[in-house]
């Protein structure tokens, strides 16, 4: 996997799509997509081990793969401490989303897919799904 020692902080800021704007001195920073002019936020999901395959194989699906499966409906439980954690950053307006699959092993999170980043209707469905 490439860039699997970057946090996705760091992955995500350097994205043509995207902007980091300081605040209050420079200790405060906002990242913006800038086609939408759309705030970031970031957010960690936890899931237990029985939908570690399934949550491998969505991520490292196709975009209209994702899409089909967020408009058939089918959402993961979120659980409050599990094994694996979906760390993303997405656009308020829900027109972008970069995220990351995570697995707990060796009393650690360590990614298990690369960095995507989604926009338009794909990171919809995408957001439609986990957030």
């Known amino acids: 996997?490439?860039?699997d020692y970057l946090g996705?902080?760091?992955i995500v800021t350097r994205h043509q799509d995207i902007s980091s704007q300081s605040k209050f001195f420079g200790l405060i920073s906002n990242l913006i997509y800038m086609p939408t002019g759309s705030k970031l936020r970031f957010t960690t999901k936890y899931y237990v081990p029985k939908w570690g395959n399934d949550l491998k194989a969505l991520f490292t699906k196709s975009e209209q793969a994702i899409v089909k499966q967020a408009d058939e409906h089918f959402f993961f439980?979120?659980?409050p401490n599990g094994n694996f954690m979906l760390e993303l950053?997405?656009?308020k307006d829900k027109q972008f989303?970069?995220?990351r699959l995570h697995q707990f092993s060796n009393l650690d999170y360590?990614?298990?897919t690369d960095v995507r980043c989604f926009t338009g209707n794909a990171a919809e469905a995408l957001c439609r799904m986990v957030i």
């Open 77 to 79: 439980d979120n659980f």
């Open 1 to 3: 996997m490439e860039n």
């Open 89 to 91: 950053f997405y656009a």
């Open 110 to 112: 360590h990614p298990i």
């Open 8 to 10: 996705l902080w760091t």
């Open 97 to 99: 989303v970069a995220f």
